[in-house]
Nanobody
Framework: EVQLVESGGGLVQAGGSLRLSCAAS????????IGWFRQAPGKEREGVSCISVSDGLTYYADSVKGRFTISSDNAKNTVSLQMNNLRLEDTAVYYC???????????????????WGQGTQVSVSS
């Protein structure tokens, strides 16, 4: 059974940092793309950052470039998202997702992912 479990969310002041982790199990980690998505109230789910585990290719949304860093620990089947210089607009529920059939042009499309975690809340205060 595929499982994705997010952790690391919380409340932080603007300018602060958080590190999210996604622990994966039930599938061959190296074969998958792992994405971080977020959804704020009243907004659509959007791709934040994604990584192709096998070759390390990464994607970042323009809004997080230079502030967020995605990484994978293949030995631990974990993908992390280091978020620095957080802004009020980063407040959302953050989800990790996985799929092994994605083409790179669809990497930021949430509809392209079959497996999802339960989400973790990130709240940034002024």
């Amino acid at each position: 059974e595929v499982q994705l479990v997010e952790s690391g969310g919380g409340l932080v002041q603007a300018g602060g940092s958080l590190r999210l982790s996604c622990a994966a199990s039930g599938f061959t980690f190296d074969d998958y793309a792992i994405g971080w998505f977020r959804q704020a109230p009243g907004k659509e789910r959007e791709g934040v950052s994604c990584i192709s585990v096998s070759d390390g290719l990464t994607y970042y949304a323009d809004s997080v470039k230079g502030r967020f860093t995605i990484s994978s620990d293949n030995a631990k089947n974990t993908v992390s998202l280091q978020m620095n210089n957080l802004r009020l607009e980063d407040t959302a529920v953050y989800y990790c997702a996985a799929d092994n059939t994605i083409i790179w042009s669809s990497i930021r499309n949430p509809n392209a992912y079959d497996y999802w975690g339960q989400g973790t809340q990130v709240s940034v205060s002024s």
